[in-house]
């Protein structure tokens, strides 16, 4: 799924106008209308129950607005109100808020459309004690801000926002719900949380991530008539990866085959007291499909033979183990310690050339505490926000505000593939963005993380390309997470073990064909 930044939207309808000759009041009509047939479908009760309220900002996406409300009006839907925060003559723009704004050209031309068609329509600002009528609506529809804004929210935009969220009815947003950062889904002060947000050409990077799939609520993408053209010239950065791709990527398994096709996985995992980070990730690389597993560490993993005794091991410190043309795939860093005999390791795999390597966990922190970056650019490093925020030397905090950025900083900085592990997860290599569209925060747990990386190391050994194994992966390991949420089990009480035991039933459905 291709998914478009805030300037690449404008670029997209920049170029539909300019080229196509497709002026703003015909798109904006399109979107209105589309909308508006959309909420129809989807809430047609809500609207025949009580009152409709459609709350208009001052810019273009309060226009969409004006023209859903006519549509609405059109179709019968006569107890409606038009409730409008837009100032006739407004503030300059300000800096410092996302209050002081003018009515745009097109925001007039459809409200004296809305007068015509005799719809009533309630001043907040010149009349704030109105704003109590928005209590009494059944639905609503949030056009006040759409996705450029970038500046915190105020009064009387705030307040109003918060009387919406408070009242027990539905909210449909207009392309992204007011309030929300479309780019990077975060809160810019307050936002609206919608039942359904309708989007327009292209979904945006910002409902996917942070707090975006929680104020986006269902996410409806709507054509309302760019070019096909000017999708393929507007070249986005962004992409979702969803289980249709998923299961395109998820290697088939012939009757005549053997395991000596199917790849061999070494994993340096594990020390006494941490062998069981190996096992998981010896376990989970056996169950997406492998042939053979080796979990490598200095010293014997003795008790793992006992819990899975189809795990190979060895020990590291024995020269003759040093075979790398013997492994197809390799994982490094769970439970592995972090230290010069680590960074040693991970020197040696690379002048080996080894081209499919998983660099996890400890290993991760080795690398930036022994200096070891750039890796070879078909590498994937899995970091989690605290691991990235010790790459790029800032806070947690920070990387969690924008993931896209900083993933992408991450892999023009170590060289290599970055999946940042978290809600969501983000796949980051050579400028662009795949946003794993499955996931939550059951998979908060240590010991989530030493699955996911045998489960890409897995699909590596048996020749899938590292992005495909690292996004498939990563998709299958979240939605194990939903479907344990689905099935009605509590976040909290998944854990790593759990989603060994669980890969095989979901894999099975997956390749069964049709979609889960």
Not at 92 to 99: C, D, F, G, H, I
Not at 237 to 248: D, P, T
Not at 425 to 442: D, F, K, Q, T, W
């Amino acid at each position: 799924m291709r998914i478009a930044t805030v300037e690449q939207s404008r670029e997209i309808d920049r170029l539909s106008q300019v080229e196509y000759g497709l002026p703003g009041d015909i798109l904006m009509e399109a979107a209105g209308c589309s909308a508006a047939r959309e909420i129809e479908q989807s809430y047609f009760p809500e609207l025949k129950r009580g009152t409709i309220g459609v709350v208009c900002g001052p810019g273009n996406n309060g226009g969409d607005g004006l023209v859903v409300a006519r549509h609405l009006h059109s179709s019968g839907h006569r107890d409606l109100i038009v409730f409008v925060i837009a100032p006739p003559h407004g503030l300059q723009r300000s800096q410092k808020s996302a209050q002081k704004q003018q009515q745009s050209d097109l925001f007039q031309i459809q409200m004296k459309r809305v007068e015509k068609q005799g719809i009533r329509v309630v001043d907040l600002v010149a009349s704030p004690s109105q704003m109590e009528q928005l209590r009494s609506c059944t639905l609503f529809v949030d056009a006040i801000f759409g996705t450029g804004l970038r500046l915190r929210i105020e009064d009387p935009f705030a307040r109003v926002i918060e009387v919406m969220n408070s009242v027990q009815s539905p909210i449909v947003a207009m392309d992204t719900p007011s309030g929300l950062d479309a780019d990077r889904g975060t809160v810019l002060g307050v936002a609206v949380r919608a039942a359904m947000t309708c989007t327009f050409g292209l979904a945006k990077p910002g409902f996917f991530v942070n707090e975006g799939p929680s104020r986006v609520g269902r996410l409806r993408i709507l054509p309302i008539g760019f070019p096909l053209e000017v999708f393929r010239k507007v070249a986005v950065s962004h992409f979702g990866f969803n289980e249709k791709l998923a299961r395109r990527y998820l290697p088939k398994r012939q009757d005549t085959s053997n395991k000596s096709n199917h790849g061999r996985v070494m994993v340096f995992a594990g020390q006494p007291g941490m062998w069981g980070a190996g096992l998981l990730a010896s376990s989970a690389a056996y169950r997406m499909g492998v042939g053979y597993v080796t979990l490598a560490g200095f010293g014997e993993p003795l008790d793992v033979l006992t819990s899975m005794p189809e795990v190979l091991t060895a020990n590291i410190e024995q020269e003759k183990f040093w075979r790398p043309e013997a492994w197809d795939a390799v994982v490094i860093g769970p439970g592995f310690g972090v230290n010069a005999k680590t960074a040693d390791l991970i020197e040696r795999l690379r002048a080996s050339g080894a081209t499919s390597v998983v660099v996890d966990a400890d290993a991760i922190t080795t690398c930036v505490d022994f200096r070891l970056f750039p890796l070879p650019e078909s590498w994937i490093l899995t970091p989690h926000a605290g691991e990235l925020a010790r790459i790029l030397n800032v806070d947690a905090q920070t990387i969690e505000k924008d993931r896209y950025a900083h993933a992408l900083q991450a892999s023009r900085y170590t060289g290599c593939h970055v999946l940042l592990k978290g809600f969501r997860s983000v796949l980051a290599h050579r400028n662009r963005c795949l946003v794993i569209m499955a996931g939550n925060s059951a998979l908060a747990k240590a010991g989530t993380g030493d699955v996911l990386s045998g489960m890409i190391a897995s699909l590596l050994a048996q020749k899938v390309e590292p992005v495909q194994a690292a996004a498939t992966a990563a998709y299958i390991h979240g939605r194990m997470a939903d479907e344990w949420v689905r099935s009605g089990k509590d976040k909290r009480a998944l854990t790593a073990s759990d989603l060994r035991e669980q890969l095989p039933v979901l894999m099975a459905r997956l390749a069964g064909g049709a979609l889960l």
